[in-house]
């Protein structure tokens, strides 16, 4: 291995840091606290709650406030990251947001070319293996677009002796993880625009980040005569240097930070030292930073990269994060139906055959005369999904041909067969209806011309398939038969994220009407066919897993 002292270069490296989720948040905002105007980094916050984002700041710009897939906020992300140095991500893995969010923004980082690591942290065991499992998927994921990626597994600071006198409340816990994260950053960001007698270059950084997959982080803090030694006693009895065979490291970046009484002899010992544990192929980047303000105090921070990845249980597949679910609702007359759901079960091979190879899956979904139409795709897809659902409905409306909208003629000619087919069968329902015209006055309203019946169920297919997803408040009007005080708890758990506050005003409500069989029925129509999104698939969850627990 060799050792070399860095010259400074004078260059304003910029740099995105983003907190992801509750526990990513916590720590770029930590992190924000000891950064100065001058700094040129960029600090972004990702909640599903937008009371938390208001707590953290008032700059909304610096808001991402994710009730839908993140998909949607990409235009605005890409903004925040081309022309950019280095990203960071923090995020804690497990849940909804950190697992699902964390590697599609990750995957943007990189189609932009802007360097990104990834440091994320793994539930403790006693979550459940669920939330092991849903992290695993995400980490499979983020090794993919990440150049380095820290992972701390939060079980090795349970009985750590640097934190375990500090649990005093439940967040206590995750006090270790978050100070290492604090650490790496730190460490790496001071680093390159901070002042130092050893400086280091981007260039020399980047190389020893750029696509080295797994890190590791450690540091340590101390005062005294011999304090260059005992940091690096200290530093490679951390839990996570500790755990790992530090030869096996590719590359290793080395910050120290002390005050101006700083000695090259202090320098050459952690470089020493460093030289000894890591193998003679990795590329190590040793750099000071001087701040006037710890004299006396040492500090050390390593960051180790190009780890062999890690190893789960076989069968874990990566996480569907870049999986967009397209929902639309369709009310028919109960005359429409019948004739509606033969046109509509026509669109997935309608967009199979405009867009062939696509990923999408469709579904349908029907409860008497109401049809939902269900698209899974690659998020990549939205556009080319939604531009086919507005031209199919200008070929249903009338608006368009088929064949302006299909190049294969055979298929323009099966499309205007379908909707021939359709007519008929609208046709005999309408013939239907007059035979009961004599008999029932209340059918006499709804019997029309053929013309219009057609016009009807065109217009309501058309208008069910435009670009705009529906407002929640008007889908909610529809359930007034329920409590006013559980809607608008329903709401909050959507918009605010569901605290345990609210599961538990919400779980409590819904116990009120458990022999109320038709609210109850009423409230389960309401969650499956209004709520969408991470944060509404926590409440869809949630107030299932009550639905489904009552008696029969």
Do not use: W
Request: overall charge negative; hydrophobic content about 40%.
């Amino acid at each position: 291995m060799m050792l070399e002292l860095v010259e400074h270069v004078e260059k304003k490296i910029s740099i995105v840091l983003i907190g992801i989720g509750t526990v990513g948040c916590k720590i770029a905002y930590k992190i924000s606290e000891g950064l100065s105007s001058r700094d040129s980094v960029s600090v972004l916050y990702v909640h599903n709650s937008k009371p938390y984002l208001n707590d953290l700041t008032d700059d909304i710009d610096h808001h991402f406030h994710i009730s839908s897939h993140v998909h949607f906020f990409k235009e605005k992300l890409v903004n925040e990251i081309v022309g950019k140095d280095i990203v960071f991500l923090v995020s804690g893995l497990g849940g909804d947001t950190g697992s699902q969010v964390s590697p599609y923004m990750a995957k943007i980082v990189r189609e932009n070319s802007v360097l990104c690591v990834g440091l994320f942290s793994f539930p403790f065991k006693f979550e459940g293996r669920r939330k092991v499992s849903v992290a695993q998927k995400a980490y499979k994921a983020l090794s993919t677009y990440t150049d380095s990626l820290i992972c701390i597994e939060n079980d090795k600071f349970l009985n750590s002796e640097s934190v375990k006198h500090e649990i005093v409340k439940p967040e206590d816990l995750f006090l270790g993880s978050n100070r290492y994260f604090e650490a790496a950053v730190k460490g790496m960001v001071d680093l390159l625009i901070r002042p130092g007698m050893i400086n280091v270059d981007f260039a020399d950084l980047k190389l020893v980040i750029s696509n080295m997959g797994l890190s590791i982080v450690g540091f340590s803090k101390v005062k005294g005569d011999l304090r260059a030694e005992e940091s690096m006693i200290k530093l490679l009895e951390t839990p996570l240097l500790k755990s790992n065979q530090l030869h096996r490291a590719k590359g290793c970046i080395v910050c120290i930070l002390a005050g101006m009484d700083l000695t090259l002899g202090e320098f050459s010992t952690v470089g020493d030292k460093i030289e000894e544990v890591v193998g003679d192929e990795a590329i190590v980047v040793v750099g000071t930073v001087i701040d006037p303000s710890l004299s006396g105090g040492f500090e050390v921070i390593v960051v180790l990269t190009g780890f062999p990845d890690l190893e789960f249980e076989s069968g874990v597949g990566e996480s569907e994060y870049d999986v967009v679910h397209l929902s639309k609702t369709i009310i028919f007359e109960p005359h429409q139906a019948s004739a509606g759901l033969s046109i509509l079960s026509y669109f997935n091979e309608f967009l199979h055959q405009k867009y062939r190879g696509t990923q999408a899956k469709v579904k349908i979904e029907q409860s008497g005369n109401v049809v939902k139409l269900i698209i899974e795709s690659p998020s990549g897809e939205v556009e080319s999904i939604e531009k086919s659902l507005n031209e199919f409905g200008q070929v249903v409306v009338g608006g368009k041909k088929a064949n302006d909208v299909l190049e294969n003629r055979i298929d323009a000619e099966r499309l205007e067969m379908k909707l021939e087919m359709a007519a008929l069968e609208l046709r005999n329902s309408e013939k239907i209806l007059l035979m009961y015209q004599a008999e029932n006055d209340g059918f006499r309203s709804r019997v029309e011309s053929l013309e219009s019946q057609l016009s009807d169920l065109q217009s309501t297919i058309c208008s069910s398939l435009s670009f705009a997803q529906r407002e929640l408040s008007r889908e909610l009007e529809k359930y007034q038969g329920l409590p006013e005080n559980l809607i608008n708890l329903i709401q909050s758990g959507i918009d605010n994220g569901l605290d345990d506050k609210t599961k538990y005003l919400i779980e409590t409500e819904v116990q009120r009407y458990r022999d109320d069989k038709n609210t109850l029925i009423t409230l389960r129509k309401l969650v499956e066919n209004t709520v969408y999104g991470i944060s509404g698939n926590t409440v869809f969850s949630f107030i299932v897993g009550i639905l489904n627990s009552l008696p029969k």
